[in-house]
């Protein structure tokens, strides 16, 4: 069975896993851990922890689990008292923390009990803190801070050198394809980059690189992007290896569609500049409007993913 590693964070993440769980594949999350607002963000403060939000996400794809357990793992307090805005996920997985000792331990056991179609890794078991630098010299502390920016990112780094997870260097040597999903680009994917480890394994590794290429611009971060930008820009933060295959959308959306989000988030479509890009372009109509919003079909999307691999 040939091993897929997927890098991020969020609900670009999520999505993906949600399909290629369904496929005959070892699977590996790296989930980044420097998300710092609402209810991860306290328990980060009071706790000294990692981010969970992203990996009580990445969890929930992954399980094998009732609807009903769904929602009760995303249920989300809203009261006067200190659990407002937090989620029962979160708070059991800083449970799962502190009662085997540390998160690695404490997702391996939430994910037994939830009987999970693969595995969930942070990226590192450290309080990390992102730092943006922006067009104007100045700099951004927090990824929640960075995200409500309105500047320009130019960089990001973490205050702190990290020290990542061994599991995370271990499953970058056995992979035969690592993949960096779509999602913030700047606050989901590059955090699990900025360390030299990772890198050096990375570069070490037969595994071909994979992109899954955002549809939509994030504001502040990939304005005017196009999806060679996309790909130099993650380029940029890799070492000797590069991208060897980008996945795009092709597919039309809706013109009403994109005009909303246009006028009330700031997002614009991104476009495949086919002339300026260097790897392997999959191209296909990966578009879900299935509820009014634009998001990618998990199931063609991980139909691609997983034709690729059977013919490495």
Same mark, same amino acid.
């Given at each position: ?6 890098? !991020?964070g969020?609900?670009?993440? $999520?999505?993906?896993?949600?399909g %290629?769980?369904?496929?005959?594949i #070892?699977? @590996?999350? &790296? +989930?980044s ?6 209810s ?6 009071e ?5 969970m ?11 094998k689990?009732?609807?009903l357990m769904?929602?009760l793992l ?9 659990l ?6 979160n708070?059991?997985l800083?449970?799962g923390a502190?009662v085997?000792g ?6 391996k056991?939430i994910s ?5 179609? !693969?595995?969930?890794i942070?990226? $590192?078991e450290?309080?990390?803190? %992102?730092?943006?630098?922006?067009? #104007?010299? @100045?700099? &951004? +502390?927090?990824?929640s801070?960075i995200?409500e ?7 990001v780094?973490y ?5 990542v ?6 499953t970058i040597?056995?992979?035969?394809l ?7 680009l ?13 890198i050096?394994e990375?570069?070490?590794?037969n ?5 899954v290429c955002?549809?939509?611009?994030q ?9 060679s930008?996309?790909i ?12 060897d295959?980008v996945?795009?959308n092709?597919g ?7 005009e909303?989000y246009?006028t009330?988030e700031q ?14 372009i ?10 009014g ?11 691609a993913i997983?034709s690729?691999?059977?013919d490495?």
């Amino acid at each position: 069975m040939k091993k897929v590693t997927v890098f !991020g964070g969020g609900t670009g993440m $999520s999505t993906l896993l949600k399909g %290629l769980k369904e496929f005959p594949i #070892d699977l @590996s999350a &790296v +989930v980044s851990v420097c998300d710092d607002g609402r209810s991860t963000g306290k328990l980060r403060k009071e706790f000294n922890i990692p981010a969970m939000g992203d990996i009580r996400k990445v969890i929930i794809s992954l399980a094998k689990t009732e609807p009903l357990m769904e929602s009760l793992l995303e249920y989300r307090f809203d009261t006067c008292s200190d659990l407002n805005e937090h989620t029962v996920g979160n708070l059991l997985l800083t449970a799962g923390a502190k009662v085997t000792g540390n998160l690695s331990d404490g997702i391996k056991a939430i994910s037994k009990v939830l009987n999970l179609r !693969g595995k969930v890794i942070p990226f $590192s078991e450290e309080d990390i803190t %992102l730092v943006g630098e922006m067009e #104007d010299g @100045s700099q &951004v +502390v927090g990824e929640s801070e960075i995200t409500e920016s309105p500047l320009k990112i130019k960089k990001v780094f973490y205050k702190e050198e990290p020290n990542v997870c061994s599991e995370v260097l271990d499953t970058i040597k056995e992979s035969d394809l690592i993949v960096f999903s779509m999602g913030s680009l700047y606050t989901s994917i590059i955090p699990n980059l900025l360390s030299k480890d990772v890198i050096d394994e990375i570069d070490k590794s037969n595994a071909k690189l994979m992109y899954v290429c955002n549809m939509m611009s994030q504001p502040g971060e990939t304005d005017d992007f196009k999806v060679s930008d996309h790909i130099n820009t993650i380029n940029e933060y890799l070492g000797k290896r590069k991208i060897d295959v980008v996945i795009a959308n092709n597919g039309p959306i809706d013109k009403e569609i994109i005009e909303k989000y246009a006028t009330l988030e700031q997002k614009d479509p991104i476009y495949i500049d086919e002339d300026n890009i260097n790897c392997e372009i999959l191209k296909g109509n990966y578009v879900d409007l299935s509820d009014g919003f634009i998001r990618h079909n998990y199931i063609k999307l991980s139909v691609a993913i997983f034709s690729y691999l059977l013919d490495l």
